[in-house]
């Protein structure tokens, strides 16, 4: 029995929400893990 491997869909950002994200970072110091659970980024 063979297994197949899938790949997750990748997320696409404009450079406008990576900024904002960063921002959101370093202004209100918001996580890694916060950002991830926010853009949607993890699923």
Not at 16 to 43: P, R
Request: avoid cysteine; glycine fraction near 6%; charge should be positive.
């Amino acid at each position: 029995m063979t297994q197949v491997k899938t790949r997750k869909q990748s997320v696409m950002f404009t450079v406008e929400q990576k900024l904002d994200y960063v921002k959101l970072m370093i202004n209100e110091g918001y996580t890694n893990k916060q950002i991830i659970e926010i853009s949607g980024a993890g699923l």
